[in-house]
């Protein structure tokens, strides 16, 4: 099918030129799934089969069709020369101290993948570690992670490759800069513990795979191994299998060297603790925090007594001391207390508890002592978001990054006894951020919940209506959307776009409770919460229909897949990105994917199955509908949400747009054949991705090109 895409507007608004597409054919297959006495089409159900010849030539074909109309947009030039200009500035992770060396990440501007560097004491030289951009040609080898020995002796690293989620480990030593013959498979999602002789290390691996491609087989749980370094990884030591279906186990030695703190779980909204000692190490954990009635996350420990973070009688989330030798939960101590703001997350540094609050999704630090107590706030420099506070139970050290949507991040050294800081890095962006505000605002959602909105415009904006503006959402697995920079929205907002971030439910930003609301039956809560968002912004006059786009990624992707099914009118463009579209069969994946199901529920559940099919993306177009233009992007090796999600929809969004006689808008799908899930993306590859989603909006939303980075 050609689509002719054209637009009558009034002679002072920009007028966006025809966009010709010719679909490729895509072909459809009569298969139907019996659900609870009903019988559902799967019509793409072919596209499951990943590695089928036809599939990969649909792919070529889409993109064929895809990339030239992005190339032949005028706005695309100027676009991506201004992204790659502000890209060029230093970039720096947060540090991490062990042995009395500092490790941590950095990149020049516009290198393909970040460095690992080394500081041999404070205020030493940094000296490169492991710098991946040699890892391959075209820079889509990753460092996938890396944790030091406890004496800074040596790193283990994880390599990523192409995007995937799996992992491959090597151990570098840190004096001479080499790779020692370690090399560990059949991992991903997991880090390592090392034991505090620096002899090896835990980590949580698949059980062996079929192939010769060293991937597991992540259709089953993982166990916990042991490691010694030097030896090869068929030598290494199961520690833990749990014998459970769906439970993860995942291990951390304690600071003391005595006990490894097992931390299993399945889902999002429960978890629990076990302990292994390790002067006796047996293979039965003893239980620390296991009813499997709430969150637990491990802190640190004095001894028997460990302090842990956990939701169980406190949405909000609080801090409480269980001694391991009488672990009822009726001798809990609790340390930190429930508190109206939700506890994001904490960390026991310097026997202190360092808590990390948000309210109404901004940052918010208070440091206690190991008994509870007081001691003072953490002052930060503006609204935003905050991350780090790691360090050691007997050293006051720390370090924190801050950013907000106009701040770049700034990278800072905190004293937990004085409570003093100093900058350590600050990231020098070459664009006039003063000249944009963020605002926070309140939408009321369809049962009357208030909905928080933060707003980011120039200073001078016109609330007339005509304001192309960008509404980001994600709305699940207890993330919280909180004020961060993004040089891609700083983009957007010199090309004279409002960006609007919502918190929904189904986050976190306002504890447990507020994930709990946007999860299983109550998904459409989430949906609700974003057409309200959509909705505020053009009654209070920032934008209108036809000038606002819609974007998110992951379960992101499932949002504007599903607002955009049930409100087509409300929207002027879309970018639904690696989203979960075929909601009847994501479980289907991995043991990953279905771990899920506590945010969404399966079709193996009636109820669960009915609300799901009620909006899932991919089972709710309708054939002859005019739907929004839409830019669906994917990874050809996304292994966590496997793009048949995005590929299916697609065929199916096309199709459904193929009954619309009067119908003008453009369906694409961008198929990145390097790239997986979004982790370990080259910047080359980030900064044409974005380039074409900003002049997909550009055109769409009919962008004045010469108005655009006027005044930078």
Same mark, same amino acid.
């Given at each position: 099918?050609?689509?002719?895409?054209?637009?009558?507007?009034?002679?002072?608004?920009?007028?966006?030129?025809?966009?010709?597409?010719?679909?490729?054919?895509?072909?459809?297959?009569?298969?139907?799934?019996?659900y609870f006495?009903?019988?559902?089409?799967d019509?793409?159900?072919?596209?499951?089969?990943?590695?089928?010849?036809?599939?990969?030539?649909?792919?070529?074909?889409?993109n064929?069709?895809?990339?030239?109309?992005?190339?032949?947009?005028?706005?695309r030039a100027?676009?991506?020369?201004?992204?790659?200009?502000?890209?060029?500035?230093?970039?720096f992770?947060?540090?991490?101290?062990?042995?009395?060396?500092?490790? @941590?990440?950095?990149?020049?501007?516009?290198?393909?993948?970040?460095?690992?560097y080394?500081?041999?004491?404070?205020?030493?030289?940094p000296?490169?570690? @492991?710098?991946?951009?040699?890892?391959?040609?075209?820079?889509?080898?990753?460092?996938g992670?890396?944790?030091?020995?406890?004496?800074?002796a040596?790193?283990?690293?994880?390599?990523?490759?192409? +995007?995937?989620?799996?992992?491959?480990?090597?151990?570098?030593?840190?004096?001479s800069g080499?790779?020692l013959?370690?090399?560990?498979?059949?991992?991903?999602?997991?880090?390592?513990s090392?034991?505090?002789?620096?002899?090896g290390?835990?980590?949580?691996?698949?059980?062996?795979g079929?192939?010769p491609?060293y991937?597991?087989?992540?259709?089953?749980?993982?166990? @916990?191994?042991?490691?010694?370094?030097?030896?090869?990884?068929?030598?290494?030591?199961?520690?833990?299998?749990?014998?459970?279906?769906?439970?993860?186990?995942?291990?951390?030695v304690?600071?003391?060297?005595?006990?490894?703190?097992?931390?299993?779980?399945?889902?999002?909204?429960?978890?629990?603790l076990?302990?292994?000692?390790?002067?006796?190490?047996?293979?039965?954990?003893?239980?620390?925090a296991d009813r499997?009635?709430?969150?637990?996350?491990?802190?640190?420990?004095q +001894?028997?007594?460990?302090?842990?973070?956990?939701t169980e009688?406190a949405?909000?989330?609080?801090?409480?001391?269980?001694?391991?030798?009488?672990?009822?939960?009726?001798r809990?101590?609790?340390?930190?207390?429930?508190?109206?703001?939700?506890?994001?997350?904490?960390?026991?540094? $310097?026997?202190?508890?360092?808590?990390?609050?948000?309210?109404?999704?901004?940052?918010?630090?208070?440091?206690?002592?190991?008994?509870?107590?007081?001691?003072?706030?953490?002052?930060?420099?503006?609204?935003?978001?905050?991350?780090?506070?790691a360090?050691?139970?007997?050293?006051?050290?720390t370090f924190?990054a801050?950013?907000?949507?106009?701040?770049p991040?700034?990278?800072?050294?905190?004293?937990?006894?004085? +409570?003093?800081?100093e900058?350590?890095?600050?990231?020098?962006?070459?664009?006039?951020?003063?000249?944009?505000?963020?605002?926070?605002?309140?939408?009321?959602?369809?049962?009357?919940?208030?909905?928080?909105?933060? @707003?980011?415009?120039?200073?001078?904006?016109?609330?007339?209506?005509?304001?192309?503006?960008?509404?980001y959402?994600?709305?699940?697995?207890?993330?919280?959307?909180?004020?961060?920079f993004?040089?891609?929205?700083?983009?957007?907002?010199?090309?004279?776009?409002?960006?609007?971030?919502?918190?929904?439910?189904?986050?976190?930003?306002?504890?447990e409770?507020?994930?709990?609301?946007?999860?299983?039956?109550?998904?459409?809560?989430?949906?609700?919460?974003?057409i309200?968002?959509?909705?505020?912004?053009?009654?209070?006059?920032?934008?209108?229909?036809?000038?606002?786009a819609?974007? +998110? $990624?992951?379960?992101?992707?499932?949002?504007?897949?599903?607002?955009?099914?049930?409100?087509?009118?409300?929207?002027?463009a879309?970018?639904?990105?690696?989203?979960v579209?075929?909601?009847?069969?994501?479980?289907?994946?991995?043991?990953? !994917?279905?771990?899920?199901?506590?945010?969404?529920?399966? !079709?193996?559940?009636?109820?669960?199955?009915?609300?799901?099919?009620?909006?899932?993306?991919?089972?709710?177009?309708?054939?002859?509908?005019?739907?929004p233009?839409?830019?669906i992007?994917?990874?050809?090796?996304?292994?966590?949400?496997?793009?048949?999600?995005?590929?299916?929809?697609?065929? !199916?969004?096309?199709?459904?747009?193929?009954?619309a006689?009067?119908?003008?808008?453009?369906?694409?799908?961008?198929?990145?054949t390097?790239?997986?899930?979004?982790?370990?993306?080259?910047?080359?590859?980030?900064?044409?991705?974005?380039?074409?989603?900003?002049?997909?909006?550009?055109?769409?939303?009919?962008?004045?090109?010469?108005?655009?980075?006027?005044?930078t």
């Amino acid at each position: 099918m050609t689509v002719a895409v054209a637009c009558s507007r009034p002679p002072e608004e920009p007028v966006r030129a025809p966009m010709a597409i010719a679909y490729p054919a895509t072909r459809s297959v009569d298969h139907q799934d019996p659900y609870f006495g009903e019988r559902v089409a799967d019509p793409y159900r072919w596209m499951e089969e990943l590695a089928a010849p036809e599939l990969a030539a649909w792919v070529r074909a889409q993109n064929a069709v895809a990339e030239p109309a992005l190339a032949a947009i005028p706005a695309r030039a100027r676009i991506l020369r201004r992204l790659t200009a502000l890209w060029q500035h230093e970039r720096f992770g947060v540090p991490v101290a062990e042995g009395g060396r500092y490790f @941590i990440t950095r990149n020049d501007g516009l290198q393909a993948q970040d460095v690992l560097y080394v500081f041999d004491a404070w205020g030493a030289a940094p000296r490169v570690l @492991i710098d991946p951009n040699g890892f391959s040609t075209d820079g889509t080898v990753a460092l996938g992670g890396f944790v030091p020995s406890p004496d800074g002796a040596r790193v283990a690293y994880s390599v990523q490759d192409g +995007g995937s989620d799996w992992r491959t480990w090597r151990v570098r030593d840190v004096d001479s800069g080499r790779d020692l013959a370690d090399e560990l498979a059949y991992t991903k999602f997991t880090g390592v513990s090392w034991s505090r002789d620096g002899a090896g290390f835990y980590y949580s691996r698949y059980p062996v795979g079929p192939g010769p491609d060293y991937r597991g087989d992540d259709q089953q749980p993982v166990a @916990i191994w042991y490691h010694r370094v030097g030896k090869p990884q068929s030598d290494d030591r199961r520690v833990l299998d749990l014998g459970h279906p769906t439970r993860t186990p995942y291990g951390t030695v304690s600071e003391d060297g005595a006990y490894l703190v097992v931390s299993v779980f399945d889902g999002y909204d429960r978890s629990a603790l076990q302990v292994m000692r390790l002067d006796r190490l047996s293979p039965k954990p003893e239980p620390l925090a296991d009813r499997w009635d709430a969150l637990y996350s491990y802190l640190g420990n004095q +001894g028997p007594i460990f302090f842990v973070h956990t939701t169980e009688g406190a949405p909000n989330g609080r801090v409480v001391a269980i001694d391991l030798r009488d672990p009822a939960p009726a001798r809990w101590r609790e340390v930190v207390p429930e508190t109206k703001d939700a506890l994001e997350s904490a960390s026991y540094v $310097g026997g202190r508890i360092v808590a990390q609050y948000l309210r109404d999704a901004r940052a918010r630090v208070v440091v206690h002592g190991g008994d509870g107590a007081l001691q003072r706030e953490v002052e930060l420099p503006g609204l935003g978001s905050v991350s780090g506070f790691a360090g050691h139970a007997d050293r006051d050290e720390t370090f924190f990054a801050f950013q907000g949507f106009t701040q770049p991040p700034t990278i800072l050294r905190y004293d937990v006894a004085t +409570g003093s800081s100093e900058v350590f890095r600050r990231a020098a962006v070459a664009a006039e951020l003063d000249r944009f505000v963020t605002e926070q605002v309140f939408a009321t959602s369809k049962d009357g919940t208030r909905v928080p909105l933060f @707003i980011v415009h120039r200073r001078d904006l016109a609330r007339d209506g005509r304001n192309p503006t960008l509404l980001y959402g994600y709305g699940g697995f207890a993330v919280s959307e909180t004020p961060a920079f993004s040089v891609a929205r700083a983009v957007w907002l010199e090309m004279g776009g409002v960006l609007a971030i919502a918190n929904l439910r189904g986050g976190g930003e306002y504890g447990e409770a507020w994930h709990q609301a946007g999860t299983k039956l109550r998904k459409q809560n989430v949906f609700d919460d974003f057409i309200a968002a959509a909705e505020h912004l053009v009654a209070a006059g920032y934008t209108s229909a036809d000038r606002l786009a819609i974007q +998110g $990624g992951s379960n992101g992707g499932l949002l504007v897949g599903a607002v955009l099914n049930q409100r087509p009118e409300l929207f002027g463009a879309a970018l639904p990105a690696v989203g979960v579209m075929d909601m009847l069969r994501y479980q289907t994946a991995s043991a990953n !994917a279905r771990q899920w199901s506590s945010d969404f529920g399966t !079709a193996e559940v009636e109820a669960e199955y009915r609300a799901l099919r009620a909006y899932s993306p991919y089972h709710n177009l309708r054939a002859g509908t005019c739907y929004p233009p839409t830019l669906i992007t994917t990874g050809e090796r996304d292994d966590r949400v496997v793009p048949w999600h995005s590929f299916k929809y697609a065929a !199916a969004l096309q199709a459904a747009q193929q009954g619309a006689s009067t119908c003008d808008s453009p369906v694409l799908i961008r198929v990145e054949t390097r790239a997986g899930h979004g982790a370990g993306k080259p910047t080359w590859m980030r900064i044409e991705e974005i380039a074409d989603q900003w002049a997909f909006l550009a055109w769409a939303l009919r962008m004045d090109p010469a108005r655009m980075f006027a005044a930078t």
